[in-house]
């Protein structure tokens, strides 16, 4: 199902045996825009720790009638994890570490949205990959949702809008759009833009660009924050814009594969 980012903020995240604290932020990958860690807030409950990553590998259940994320860990595991340092880029090294830790596989060996696997609890449930194999790979691609937000869209002919929330699909954790606030331009109106639409981000001038004309964008159809995206609105923007549409890819390889949702390539949902 797709869910709004903005939705799952201060949602609770217990362990198995107990809180640990509220989610405060998302890291996403910027080159296959997939959600790789939630940020909790954990102060008040661990004193020596005020923030942990906890990677949707690890993930449950989510309870959304009461706001709440269920991980299938212990709290003291959680708690003695690696410890990044958010006020800088997230390492591969560290990667490494938190992933070894939990005696998961990485997901960045492979050609799929999580390696060699479809969803992210799969790589839960199978062995560890070798750790010769992931020094071959380099840095990630990691950002802040909060340093996203906000962020300028600049369509073809000019500015559009801005970043106010992205929309997720929960199963694979993939990002299927980023909302488009067009109210400085057009009072009210919110979009959606697929992220594989966008040519290029520049994190140093805080601008995404796109290359779709902004009366295109301002006339697409129009997202009412609060309202589940469907499959019959998102047939109407991919018809909108003549793109497409990523479910068609997911439908041939699982046809191909045997496995339902499959993402069987780096840009194969693509859009």
């Known amino acids: 199902m797709l869910r709004s980012l903005k939705d799952l903020e201060d949602f609770t995240v217990s362990a198995s045996d107990g809180e640990i604290g509220k989610v405060g932020d998302f890291y996403f990958d910027d080159a296959w825009w997939a959600v790789r860690y939630v ?3 954990t102060a008040g409950f661990w004193q020596e720790r005020n923030q942990v990553l906890v990677s949707p590998v690890a993930f449950g259940k989510a309870d959304w009638p009461t ?3 269920h991980l299938a860990l212990t709290r003291e595991k959680v708690r003695h994890s690696p410890a990044a340092s958010l006020d800088k880029p997230v390492s591969r090294q560290f990667e490494q570490d938190y992933f ?3 005696g998961w596989p990485t997901y960045w060996v492979g050609d799929g949205l999580w390696g060699n696997w479809t969803y992210p609890g799969q790589l839960a ?7 010769s194999e992931d020094l071959e790979h380099g840095d990630p691609h990691l ?6 937000a906000g962020y300028h869209i600049q369509g073809a002919d000019g500015e559009i809008g801005h970043i106010a929330d992205v929309v997720v699909d929960d199963r694979t954790w993939a990002i299927r ?13 919110k979009v959606l833009l697929s992220p594989h639409w966008v040519e290029r981000i520049s994190w140093a001038e805080n601008q995404i660009y796109v290359n779709l004309p902004r009366a ?10 609060g309202q589940p995206v469907n499959r019959e609105y998102e047939v109407r923007l991919y018809d909108y814009y003549g793109r497409p549409a990523y479910w ?8 191909e594969d045997g496995v339902g949702d499959s993402l069987s390539g780096k840009f194969g949902d693509r859009g």
Do not use: C, H
């Open 248 to 255: 068609l890819d997911q439908a041939k390889d699982s046809q």
């Open 177 to 189: 759009y980023l909302v488009v606030d067009t109210s400085n331009w057009w009072i009210g109106k």
């Open 100 to 102: 070894r830790f939990y």
């Open 39 to 41: 940020v909790v807030d």
């Open 216 to 225: 295109d964008i301002k006339n697409s159809p129009e997202w009412l924050p």
């Open 67 to 69: 706001r709440r994320f």
């Open 125 to 131: 449930m199978a062995p560890p990959a070798g750790l």
């Open 143 to 148: 950002r802040s949702l909060r340093e996203v």
